[in-house]
């Protein structure tokens, strides 16, 4: 097997490192024999391009999850970041990988990892990809609902922005903050700029705040145009409010989030009471 050797380039005092090694090509291409020959070899396993991707993230943007496990039972560092502060597993959420993504969880990999100004959590990555079946694997290890990406704000900002609804639902279910903040803009917002009726009923239905203003002064309905079924959706809960029984669900769902329909049934209170909070549990197949 014929293998170029990896250029390198001198930066002042800082080093050497490696322009692209045989193994981030073998890891970026699948190429899983090559890549073991490669490891079985001696290569090393955490060579780091300029920008300090190593084969890892190569393997994981790519999606190639036998790569990846020949990686990490190498001695791939699982939480090694490049240099805008991207882990593998941002990368690996953010192409919607959901095998390399368990790889990487099992080996330790950490689901929130510390934000920069240019990296977003792997749930973001997850939520911009609208991959559910990621978004419900990192929350189920403990993924930050609320962690901040100062370009789209929460994920649930991120998830309403690509217009992706499951994920936007499994958020809200899992008890995403629906009237959070970012330049006082919320999910709503979003969801009236993509003009998804679909998004804002869910988003109202988990107490979205249709009167509420951005930094721009401006209420969802009116990123919308006249007439449009997203303006007339807003229009019609603008004109008829929410009833008290919504409103003491939300509240409900508010307080305990994921656990309100197991706490509420135990409750010492009337039956009556019980069946006028609970409320049906949405999902995928809900119709919006």
Request: glycine share 6%; aromatic share 6%.
């Amino acid at each position: 097997m014929d293998l170029t050797a990896a250029r390198q380039t001198f930066y002042g005092d800082i080093g050497f490192w490696a322009d692209r090694t045989p193994v981030h090509e073998a890891a970026s291409l699948g190429r899983v024999l090559q890549l073991r020959q490669l490891l079985d070899g001696g290569a090393l396993v955490n060579t780091v391009t300029v920008d300090n991707i190593t084969p890892l993230h190569d393997a994981c943007i790519q999606a190639h999850p036998q790569c990846v496990r020949l990686l990490l039972n190498a001695g791939a560092q699982v939480d090694v970041r490049n240099i805008h502060g991207s882990t593998p597993l941002c990368y690996a959420c953010a192409a919607g990988s959901v095998e390399c993504v368990r790889l990487l969880l099992d080996h330790g990999a950490s689901v929130n990892p510390t934000l920069t100004a240019l990296t977003a959590s792997p749930l973001h990555e997850a939520c911009i990809r609208g991959n559910p079946e990621c978004v419900k694997l990192i929350l189920s290890r403990g993924a930050q609902l609320e962690a901040f990406d100062i370009y789209f704000g929460t994920p649930l900002h991120a998830a309403c922005a690509k217009e992706h609804v499951e994920c936007a639902l499994l958020l809200l279910n899992a008890g995403a903050r629906v009237n959070a903040i970012k330049f006082h803009e919320t999910a709503l917002h979003h969801a009236a700029k993509v003009c998804r009726t679909d998004l804002i009923e869910l988003l109202v239905e988990f107490g979205g705040n249709i009167y509420v203003t951005d930094n721009l002064g401006r209420k969802p309905i009116d990123y919308t145009t006249p007439g449009s079924p997203a303006h007339l959706c807003l229009q019609h809960f603008e004109n008829i409010p929410l009833s008290l029984q919504q409103l003491s669900r939300i509240a409900l769902r508010t307080m305990l989030g994921i656990r309100a329909l197991q706490v509420v049934t135990k409750l010492d209170i009337s039956q009556r009471i019980i069946s006028y909070l609970c409320y049906k549990q949405w999902s995928s197949t809900t119709e919006l």
